[in-house]
Structures are given as C-alpha cells and as structure tokens.
C-alpha cells in the first residue's frame, strides 16, 4: 500500500513552494519537493481548490520545461512515488500522451511491462496509467533501427495534426520569451559580466531582432482597442515609453561616440 502523507500546514506548503519556485537547486531535489507537494495537497494549505490552481497560482511562468531525457527521468520518478497521469503533466509541462511514452520507456525490468499503483486524490490506489492509444501518425525510423522492408514499402499515412488553441500557444509563447529574457538579465547581474561585456557585443543583431518582433507583436495587438482598464492603459503607455526613451538613449550614445 502507498503510504498517505499527512496534509501541509499552510506555513508548511508556502516554504515549500518557494524552494521549488526558486528552481536554484538540483533537479532530484525539485522532483521530490513536488511530489511532496502532491501528496500532502499543498494547494488545500494555500487555498487552491485544485493541482492545476495551485501550479498556475504559485509558479505560472516559473513552470520548468524540461529537455526530454531529463523529462523521463523525473516523470518515472513521480509514477513510481504515487503520482496520476495528469498530476505529472501538469508539472512538467507535458501531455497525457507524453506522460504515458515517458513511464512506459523507462518502466524497469522487474514489472513486465505494468504500471505501478498510484495513490489519487481520493486516498484510493489506482493502477498508475491505462495504455496510451498509438497516435495516428508516421513515425520515421531512427537509423539503428531494423525495420521490416514490408513496413517501409507501404504507403505512409497522412500525418493528422490538432492545433493548439491559440491563446493557450500564444501564453507559453510569452512566457518562454519572458523566462529567455530574465536569463539573460541575470548575467547581466553576474560579478564576471564587466569583464566579459565585450564578448557579448556579437550577439546585438539576434536581440535587435528579438526586439523588432516584439515591437510588431505589440502592434499586431492593437492594444488602442483593448477591453482594459484606464489603469492598465496608463500603465501599458508608460512602460512603452520608458523602454522606447531606454532604446533611444542608448542609440544617440552610440551615434555620438562615432
């Protein structure tokens, strides 16, 4: 039987959320914060009434993504700690469908193939995954792979793609640029930055160009006809024009050193 974990006191969950929005530690030790986090219903302690909630309440652009070998790991890890499916995917950024390739490519030798119990959320153990339905897709073989020459001469079905929902794409899209450029002004913050600044220089037209796309971004946006609060407009047109006069200082001090 899964052990049931005590639930959190409040002041118990928020220490632990901060640790793992912090996401300055090694990645096993982040791993086990949320598990902890799962089986002790951290979201209840802080007043979400749900996982998801609690995931986009506590960390929202601060959700790791991680590279997929990485990924496997730390989702057989949870698997085999008691967590759902769907719990694992919502913390790791990943579908149900990649959820079930991660644990069914690193489920160990001495389960034959089976899914381990997980503990739900109703203190109930459940079988840990259903078999994942094969998507309807081709997939091309890797080169140390033998493949049956049959297979390779039949016609290859037409590949069936769903688009993701815009806002949702348009979300991850703007936290992705979000998290990319707070990386890179952390190093700006790094005690080696002075001496190393012109090693940067070679990287100006990729962040001009990064620039530009915002710029036409915003535009495409047409935030002059925004549903928004008189506040919020304020607060948008300020901050345009504090980055716009940032910009252009910057350009008259270069124009003024040639």
Known sequence: MTEIVKASTAEEART????????????AEWQQDVIAAYAARDWDALGYDTWDGYLDGEYGEHRVRLPREQRREIVAGMSAAGMSTRAIGSAVGAGNATVHRDIQATVSDGTDGQPQAVLSLDGRERPATRPASEPNIWVEPRADE?????????PRPEPKTKRRPLPEAFTDAGRDLTRAAERLTRLTEDDRFAKNRDTTHHQVPELIGALEHTARLITAMNLPAAQASEEARRWWATSLHKISDA????ANSIEQEQ
């Open 16 to 27: 632990r959320a901060d640790r793992i929005r912090s996401g300055m530690r090694v990645l």
């Open 146 to 154: 033998v493949v049956d020459a049959e297979v390779i001469d039949e």
């Open 247 to 250: 910009l252009t200082d910057v």
